[in-house]
T-cell receptor, first 111, second 111 residues
Framework: SQQGEEDPQALSIQEGENATMNCSYK?????LQWYRQNSGRGLVHLILIRSNEREKHSGRLRVTLDTSKKSSSLLITASRAADTASYFCATDARGAQKLVFGQGTRLTINP | NAGVTQTPKFQVLKTGQSMTLQCAQD?????MYWYRQDPGMGLRLIYYSASEGTTDKGEVPNGYNVSRLNKREFSLRLESAAPSQTSVYFC??????????FGPGTRLTVT
C-alpha cells in the first residue's frame, strides 16, 4: 500500500505563479523526500527533509514537514515551463531501509 | 560517472517468455532497488538489496526474482512473463537513509 498520498493529483498554473503540492503519510519516518519525473524519464531527487527538520530550501523549492500532522508540502516559486513534470513524495519509514512513494502530482505550467 | 544504467531500454515479450533486466551503478552505493511504474501511478517496490549479498521483497515481488551479482550490479528476472507485468521498470541505488539515484527505465510490454 502507498505510504504517501499527494494532493492535488493534478495542478495547472500560469508561468510565474507559485505551485504548492501536499503529501500526507501514515507512519513515523526517518526522512521525507521529493522527486521530479519528466515524461518518460527516471526520477530525479529534489530535496530531503529529516524528521527533526521543519523547513528546508533549495533554490526555488521550499519544503515543510509537520510530523504531528504527518504531512509535508512542496512549494515551487516563480514557476517556469521547464517545471512541468510529475512530483512524488517518498517516505523512509523508521527501520525500513526503503522508500515508499506516493502516486504523484502532475504539474503543468502554462506559458 | 555514468550513474545508474539499465539495459535494455525497451523489450517486447510474449506471455510465458523469460528475460533479465540488468542494472549497474558506479557510485559505490550499498543499496539498490527495483521498482515498477504503471500508467498514472507512483513507483512500487519489487525487491531491494540493502547491501551486497542480501535481497529482500518489496511491495509487489510475485513473479520476479533478483540477483545482487556484486556491489555494482542488481538484476531482475521475469521467469514466465504475464501481461500484468507490462510496465516501466526502474532501478535505483543509494547510500543508506539518503536520496536515491534512478536509471532511465526499461519499458516492457508483454503480449
Amino acid at each position: 500500500s502507498q505510504q504517501g498520498e499527494e494532493d492535488p493529483q493534478a495542478l495547472s498554473i500560469q508561468e510565474g505563479e507559485n505551485a504548492t503540492m501536499n503529501c500526507s503519510y501514515k507512519t513515523s519516518i526517518n526522512n521525507l523526500q521529493w522527486y521530479r519525473q519528466n515524461s518518460g524519464r527516471g526520477l530525479v531527487h529534489l530535496i530531503l527533509i529529516r524528521s527533526n527538520e521543519r523547513e528546508k530550501h533549495s533554490g526555488r523549492l521550499r519544503v515543510t514537514l509537520d510530523t504531528s500532522k504527518k504531512s509535508s508540502s512542496l512549494l515551487i516559486t516563480a514557476s517556469r515551463a521547464a517545471d512541468t513534470a510529475s512530483y512524488f513524495c517518498a517516505t523512509d519509514a523508521r527501520g525500513a531501509q526503503k522508500l515508499v512513494f506516493g502516486q504523484g502530482t502532475r504539474l503543468t505550467i502554462n506559458p | 560517472n555514468a550513474g545508474v544504467t539499465q539495459t535494455p531500454k525497451f523489450q517486447v515479450l510474449k506471455t510465458g517468455q523469460s528475460m533479465t533486466l540488468q542494472c549497474a551503478q558506479d557510485m559505490n552505493h550499498n543499496s539498490m532497488y527495483w521498482y515498477r511504474q504503471d500508467p498514472g501511478m507512483g513507483l512500487r517496490l519489487i525487491y531491494y538489496s540493502a547491501s551486497e549479498g542480501t535481497t529482500d521483497k518489496g511491495e509487489v515481488p510475485n513473479g520476479y526474482n533478483v540477483s545482487r551479482l556484486n556491489k555494482r550490479e542488481f538484476s531482475l528476472r521475469l521467469e514466465s512473463a504475464a501481461p500484468s507485468q507490462t510496465s516501466v521498470y526502474f532501478c535505483a541505488s543509494s547510500v543508506r537513509d539518503s536520496e536515491q539515484y534512478f536509471g532511465p527505465g526499461t519499458r516492457l510490454t508483454v503480449t
